[in-house]
Structures are given as structure tokens and as C-alpha cells.
């Protein structure tokens, strides 16, 4: 079974991919991580993607489809995948449709976490770092006893840019899946959401029993 994992930063996507593959006996592919693997192994293609990734410049959707392809042909992959972090844009959607077809494993489900602004901001932009020791807070998880200060060593906490409310809300509106691609896949049919602002047990739940209920349709199709 071959699955879309969607949703905004912060709602543990990356987290859940991993816990489905396992359960599943699928592969995990986060295109992220694969990029970094295949430049590392300085593939033909990941050379291709380095270049890109160098100038600063986004990889093109052929390539990285071309480089999805190669990484569903490893072993783990052969019962399945969970896609995770790709598609981003309905251009991209159609693209991994068409070749998901021509191998003839189209996607049973694109499952979207879901989470408010509000809460998402709250998760992301909370975090506060300890320079002198690395320790790390968050206003909401784990609060330091004062606030501003570091509970093991005293010193004044400091706050990365990324972890900031108004860059966070900011990155929230570049990485929120577009309507438009969620449409494509209500239209066929597969758009499952599940409310992505519970706990990390809940959300698992969740989200095998919509894959078993997609996978009970797709046998009927078929
Ligand atoms: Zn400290």
C-alpha cells in the first residue's frame, strides 16, 4: 500500500510517517531525507539534486520523483510506502499520480493531519534555549521554574529566530498544504483528515484505522 502523509509543520507528521511505516512493514520516505542520503552517496541522481540544493534552488519535480522512484525500488519498499513531505503543490500531486500509475501502485489514501494556526504557533514558537549549558524549554511542554532562566545553571535564556511567533506563522502560510492539491485528492476520493491537536497515541489510532478503511475500498475496487 502506498500512502501520502500530509499537514503543516507541527503537527508531528514526520513522527507519525515513522510509527506507520513500522507498524505497516512499509518503507518511510521523507524526500528530505532523501536528498541529504543521496547526495551523500553521490548517486548519478543525487548529484543532480546536490546542485540544486547547493545554489540554494528548489529541486525540480521530475528529478525529485525520478529520485522517489529509485528510492521505492529498495527491498523495504516492496510492500509499500508512506510518502512524507512530497507532494507539496497540486502540479506535484498529479505528477506523483502519474507515477504511482505507470507502476501501477497508486496511492490509497493522502491522510492530512490538521491542527488550528494557534495551536501550531503554540507548539513551535515556544521553544527557548539555555546558551551557556543547552538546555532546552518550552513555554507550553516544559517550562523553566523562572521565567527566562536557565533551571540548571541561572543563566538568561535565548530564543532562535526560527522559534519565534511571527517567523513561525510566517513559514506556517509558505508550508500549509495548498487547497488546491488537498482538492485533487478529495476529488478521488482519498482525502482523510484527522485532527492532528491530540496526543501522539490518538493520532496514530487514527490513522491506521483510515488506512484499514482505505485499504478495505481499494480491495473492493479492485
Ligand atoms: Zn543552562
Redesign the pocket.
Known amino acids: 500500500m502506498h500512502l501520502i502523509l500530509l499537514g503543516p509543520p507541527g503537527t508531528g507528521k514526520g513522527t507519525q510517517a515513522k510509527v506507520i511505516a513500522e507498524r505497516l512493514g512499509i518503507a518511510h520516505i521523507a524526500t528530505g531525507d532523501l536528498f541529504r542520503e543521496a547526495v551523500k552517496h553521490g548517486t548519478e541522481l543525487g548529484k543532480q539534486v546536490g546542485a540544486y540544493m547547493e545554489r540554494g534552488d528548489l529541486v525540480p519535480d521530475e528529478l525529485t520523483i525520478a529520485t522517489l522512484l529509485e528510492r521505492m525500488q529498495r527491498p523495504d519498499a516492496a510492500g509499500g510506502a508512506i510518502f512524507d513531505g512530497f507532494p507539496r503543490t497540486f502540479q506535484q500531486a498529479q505528477a506523483l499520480d502519474e507515477a504511482l500509475a505507470v507502476r501501477n501502485t497508486p496511492a490509497g489514501a493522502a491522510l492530512l493531519i490538521t491542527a488550528s494556526d494557534d495551536e501550531i504557533v503554540r507548539r513551535l514558537s515556544g521553544r527557548w534555549l539555555?546558551p551557556?549549558?543547552?538546555?532546552i524549554f518550552h513555554e507550553a511542554s516544559q517550562p523553566p521554574k523562572k521565567q527566562g532562566e536557565?533551571?540548571?545553571?541561572?543563566?538568561e535564556l535565548t530564543q532562535r529566530e526560527d522559534d519565534k511567533p511571527d517567523v513561525v506563522r510566517n513559514r506556517l502560510e509558505r508550508q500549509r498544504p495548498p487547497d488546491e492539491m488537498l482538492e485533487h485528492y478529495r476529488q478521488q476520493g482519498k482525502l482523510v483528515e484527522i485532527d492532528g491537536a491530540r496526543d501522539v497515541d490518538a493520532v496514530t489510532r487514527d490513522l491506521l484505522a483510515a488506512i484499514e478503511t482505505a485499504a478495505a475500498d481499494t480491495d473492493k475496487r479492485t
Open positions: 539555555c551557556a549549558c543547552g538546555a536557565c533551571d540548571n545553571c541561572g543563566s
